[in-house]
Nanobody
Framework: QVQLVESGGGLVQAGGSLRLSCAAS????????MGWYRQAPGKQRESVAG???????NYADSVKGRFTISRSNAKNTLYLQMNSLKPEDTAVYYC?????????WGQGTQVTVSS
């Protein structure tokens, strides 16, 4: 039912910042949880950050203190503010929405952090 479109990825130097956006095709107010995942070449997809409809957040240890997940129900958009980026953050980042009946995924946006 819901379609997700990520944007904001790109090439950035180590230590820089990016803000990823995930625009949803409908209201995200009632979505149980949304999150950001990433997948680097040759590696398994991993959870980066998540947020529930009640506002509870969680982060992977590797990004704690550097990334912040947030959402705007009014704009039907999920965000990931990424600061102090490191080369190991390089990956395709995916937006995810968890519903009772299954998950929805965006197409992904490439984030490349140069040394």
């Amino acid at each position: 039912q819901v379609q997700l479109v990520e944007s904001g990825g790109g090439l950035v130097q180590a230590g820089g910042s990016l803000r990823l956006s995930c625009a949803a095709s409908r209201s995200i107010f009632s979505i149980n949880a949304m999150g950001w995942y990433r997948q680097a070449p040759g590696k398994q997809r991993e959870s980066v950050a998540g947020i529930t409809r009640h506002g509870s957040t969680n982060y992977a240890d590797s990004v704690k203190g550097r990334f912040t997940i947030s959402r705007s129900n009014a704009k039907n958009t999920l965000y990931l503010q990424m600061n102090s980026l490191k080369p190991e953050d390089t990956a395709v980042y995916y937006c995810n929405a968890e519903e009772t009946w299954g998950d929805y995924w965006g197409q992904g946006t490439q984030v490349t952090v140069s040394s």
